[in-house]
């Protein structure tokens, strides 16, 4: 069993930044790939960008590419998704997800945690 935990969203500006953080607990759970994923009002949940467990390898919506970064500090077994120049258009309830693949089409993991709802005003 893998229990994750948000933090980080808020109410930023168009153009500003934030940094969402995922906090993993259980015994496996350095051993996942973990990924963001994002859902807005009256839209399906959608891919946003994926780590692998070593932190060597990293996956991006086109959408987010060359504005967000994902990370992970494995000794502290936290995922970090840092957003920057964002848009109103990220608005959305970010999730983090434990198990994702990537290798043909992008697939979450079984494990979600809560979400934290990040707001962009234009």
Known sequence: QVRLVESGGGLVQADGSLRLS???????????????????PGKEREFVAAVSWSGGSTQYAES??????????????TVY???????????????????????EGVRAGKYWGQGTQVTVSS
Do not use: E
Not at 22 to 40: E, I, L, N, V
Not at 64 to 77: C, E, L, P, Y
């Open 22 to 40: 995922c906090a993993a607990s259980g015994r496996t759970a350095s051993t996942y790939s973990m990924g963001w994923f994002r859902q807005a």
């Open 64 to 77: 987010v590419k060359g504005r967000f970064t994902i990370s992970r500090d494995i000794a502290k077994n």
């Open 81 to 103: 998704l840092q957003m920057n120049s964002l848009k109103p258009i990220d608005t959305a309830v970010y999730f983090c997800n434990a198990g994702v693949n990537w290798i």
